[in-house]
T-cell receptor, first 111, second 113 residues
Framework: DAKTTQPPSMDCAEGRAANLPCNHS???????VYWYRQIHSQGPQYIIH???NNETNEMASLIITEDRKSSTLILPHATLRDTAVYYC????????????FGQGTELSVKP | ETGVTQTPRHLVMGMTNKKSLKCEQH?????MYWYKQSAKKPLELMFV???????ENNSVPSRFSPECPNSSHLFLHLHTLQPEDSALYLC????????????FGQGTRLTVV
């Protein structure tokens, strides 16, 4: 079973920030938080990952709470192309591809 | 384009047919994976290969037979499938060691009739 809990769906207005929450209250000290997204009928795409510090790249920012029991993925200026299912995954495995996917959050970006 | 290529993109096969799915990556990765995504269900990890050796089989029925001839190629051989095996089959690759991301192919949409 997935070790994370995410809301099943969210809406966001185009151009606004999308904040996607994830709870991982049973996360272990050596587990990282990964975010992937899957646009309809395509393969998942890696977005970002982190251990305890906040991370930012060209796609998004990842904010992890100090107790590491939850995190938020931020898409700073959502576009229609960001409409997708977003998956939050925790993993300590030293292989990036061994992932346990949950149901994710279906983000709809609306004009 | 992720660097992971899957063929064919779509496949329709009868229950008595034998077919193969192909996955290819030229990213220099040494681990490859097969995932299955059925309608309305999360992605499920099926097989893991590290350095061409199978290291994980998540209770997958024997009608699915993987093959990894080298670190760049991965096959999934299919025979006597059932209609409930209809799904999107995704291949992924990554490096072994360290926290790295996985790269997924676009998938093969399989329909068993």
């Amino acid at each position: 079973d997935a070790k994370t809990t995410q809301p099943p769906s969210m809406d966001c207005a185009e151009g606004r920030a999308a904040n996607l929450p994830c709870n991982h209250s049973t996360i272990s000290g050596n587990e990282y938080v990964y975010w992937y997204r899957q646009i309809h009928s395509q393969g998942p795409q890696y977005i970002i990952h982190g251990l305890k510090n906040n991370e930012t790249n060209e796609m998004a920012s990842l904010i992890i709470t100090e107790d590491r029991k939850s995190s938020t993925l931020i898409l700073p200026h959502a576009t229609l192309r960001d409409t997708a299912v977003y998956y939050c995954i925790v993993s300590s495995d030293n292989q990036g591809g061994k992932l346990i996917f949950g149901q994710g959050t279906e983000l709809s970006v609306k004009p | 384009e992720t660097g992971v290529t899957q063929t064919p993109r779509h496949l329709v096969m009868g229950m008595t047919n034998k077919k193969s799915l192909k996955c290819e990556q030229h990213l220099g990765h040494n681990a490859m994976y097969w995932y299955k995504q059925s309608a309305k269900k999360p992605l499920e990890l099926m097989f893991v290969y590290n350095f061409k050796e199978q290291t994980e089989n998540n209770s997958v029925p024997s009608r699915f037979s993987p093959e990894c001839p080298n670190s760049s190629h991965l096959f999934l051989h299919l025979h006597t499938l059932q209609p409930e095996d209809s799904a999107l089959y995704l291949c992924a690759s990554s490096l072994v060691g360290g926290t790295t991301e996985a790269f997924f192919g676009q998938g093969t949409r399989l329909t068993v009739v």
